[in-house]
C-alpha cells in the first residue's frame, strides 16, 4: 500500500483547508483510512477516519463538528476537509491505512509522508 498526501500550506485562523491522501495498493489492507496530526514537541494524535467500504466516518473531539472525512472511489483518495482552522490545528498532517478499525497509531500500517498546516492567528 502506498499513500500519498497533499494539500498542506498555510492558513489563518477561521479559514479551510482541504487535505488529499492519495492510495494505492491491497484494498483489504486499507479498510480504514486515518488522519493523523503531529505538533511539534507532541505525539502523533487521531484527527479522524473513514470506513472505506461504507463511508462511515469517526472523529477525534477535537476537530468534531470543523473537520470532514470523505473518499472518491474513482480517484482512490480520501478528503481531509478542514474548517474554522485554529492555530492549535498546526501540525504535520499524516493519512493512514489499516485492515482493521482503530484510533492510535499503532493500527495502521501504512502510512503517507506527511504534509503541513500551519495556522495562523
Known amino acids: 500500500v502506498q499513500l500519498q498526501a497533499s494539500g498542506g500550506g498555510l492558513a489563518q485562523a477561521g479559514d479551510s483547508l482541504t487535505l488529499s491522501c492519495a492510495a494505492s495498493g491491497r484494498a483489504a489492507a486499507r479498510y480504514v483510512m486515518g488522519w493523523f496530526r503531529q505538533a511539534p514537541g507532541k505525539e502523533r494524535e487521531f484527527v479522524g477516519g473513514i470506513i472505506w467500504t461504507t463511508a462511515n466516518t469517526f472523529y477525534a473531539d477535537s476537530v468534531k463538528g470543523r473537520f470532514t472525512i470523505s473518499r472518491d472511489n474513482a480517484k482512490n483518495t480520501v478528503y481531509l476537509q478542514m474548517n474554522s482552522l485554529k492555530p492549535d490545528d498546526t501540525a504535520v498532517y499524516y493519512c493512514?491505512?489499516?485492515?482493521?478499525?482503530?484510533?492510535?497509531?499503532?493500527?495502521?500500517?501504512?502510512w503517507g509522508q506527511g504534509t503541513l498546516v500551519t495556522v495562523s492567528s
Open positions: 493512514a491505512a489499516s485492515s482493521r478499525y482503530g484510533t492510535r497509531p499503532v493500527a495502521y500500517d501504512y
